[in-house]
């Protein structure tokens, strides 16, 4: 992996952490407006895009709309078996009580806290739900781990698909036709997939930084999820196996376009290897805040957004996917 990395400008994580330190105020809509205009004069000469990768939530399709139909679902299916189990609000407290309790265990114990997935902490939370409702152990976790497969994770799939911002399907056609020999990916630090909101024609690969989580033993979720750098290296591995090669290697940054909502997440996610970001920021949607704690959303005063040099991070900024087809043309042909 330290080979495929260094393909790209190798300081681009250290001027990132630079422009974190040194307290550079978020840009204004008016130099937003001059970095979108300026961006044909960043693109460089003419080179094809052999990469497209998409987060997904927020940039496809909404999150909070699909989301809550997912959490509904996963709670309509419990309480058909379990009397008593509680709404939404309730397994969110639940799922933030389980959370404190292994944070609070992992600082008895002076050890690092490794977070739960998103999947697991649901579970686990509905679990003790359904235990204080006075059901059986074994069958509670029987019922409300086959509602988190049976109904949670379909119904986000249908309702993302249903909620797919105007014009989605459409640009994505359009990408591939434009760029025929290019690999698209998605790469999302939730539960979001392509294929399950009826994309997956145009994708060639899917990582899900939350089931990696799952998947991997000993991983942690800072490295898991964006902006770490574990989802690039998923997605090198994937991209050698799809190609057929021991190893993936790209000859310019340029090469590769990032596009997500997220200026941390997707944008400073993109330059730690050098990747173009496109930011998607669809008007009037307001970033999902994750009901059982955890996790980083736009505006989560944690990251201090505002230290961020926009005009470094992003490339781009357009307010729908529909836009995309275009801008990349642009870019292929080096205007």
Same mark, same amino acid.
Request: hydrophobic content about 45%; overall charge negative; proline content about 6%.
């Given at each position: 992996m ?7 400008a ?6 990132l952490?630079?422009s ?8 204004? =809509? ?27 939530d ?24 379990? =009397? ?7 397994v ?7 959370r ?15 977070p739960l ?14 235990? %204080? ?5 074994a ?32 640009a ?21 997939s ?21 998947e991997e033993?000993g ?11 574990? =989802? ?40 730690t290897f ?15 805040? =994750? ?16 230290r ?6 992003? %490339?781009a ?8 087809p ?10």
């Amino acid at each position: 992996m330290a080979a495929a990395r260094a393909c790209f400008a190798p300081n681009v994580a250290a001027g990132l952490a630079a422009s974190r330190r040194s307290g550079v105020s978020r840009a204004s =809509p008016a130099s937003r407006s001059a970095a979108r205009a300026s961006t044909s004069a960043r693109a460089g000469s003419a080179r094809p895009i052999e990469i497209i990768t998409f987060d997904l939530d927020d940039t496809l399709w909404p999150t909070t709309p699909v989301v809550m139909a997912a959490n509904e679902a996963f709670v309509e299916f419990c309480q058909a078996r379990i =009397p008593g189990f509680p709404d939404c609000a309730g397994v969110n407290e639940y799922m933030k009580a389980v959370r404190l309790e292994r944070i609070e265990a992992a600082e008895r114990a002076n050890e690092r806290h490794f977070p739960l997935s998103f999947a697991s902490l649901r579970i686990a939370g509905g679990f003790r739900a359904a235990v %204080d409702a006075g059901y059986p152990e074994a069958d509670a976790i029987g019922v409300v781990s086959r509602g988190y497969h049976i109904a949670w994770i379909p119904t986000r799939g249908s309702a993302a698909q249903k909620h797919l911002f105007p014009g989605v399907v459409e640009a994505l056609a359009r990408i591939r036709a434009n760029h025929p020999d290019a690999l698209v990916g998605s790469i999302t630090n939730g539960l979001g997939s392509a294929a399950g909101a009826g994309l997956g024609a145009f994708f060639d690969f899917e990582i899900s930084a939350d089931a990696a989580l799952d998947e991997e033993v000993g991983l942690h979720g800072d490295d898991a999820r964006k902006p770490g750098t574990f =989802p690039y290296e998923m997605a090198l591995r994937k991209i050698a196996q799809i190609r057929g090669a021991e190893t993936f290697q790209i000859a310019h940054p340029s090469a590769w376009v990032h596009v997500g909502d997220d200026v941390v997440n997707d944008c400073a996610f993109a330059k730690t290897f050098g990747a173009r970001a496109v930011r998607v920021s669809v008007p009037g949607v307001e970033p999902y805040v =994750p009901g059982g704690g955890g996790g980083s959303y736009p505006g989560d005063p944690s990251r201090e957004e505002n230290r961020l040099d926009l005009e470094t991070l992003v %490339d781009a900024t357009v307010e729908s996917v529909a836009e995309l087809p275009e801008l990349l043309k642009r870019w292929e042909d080096g205007e």
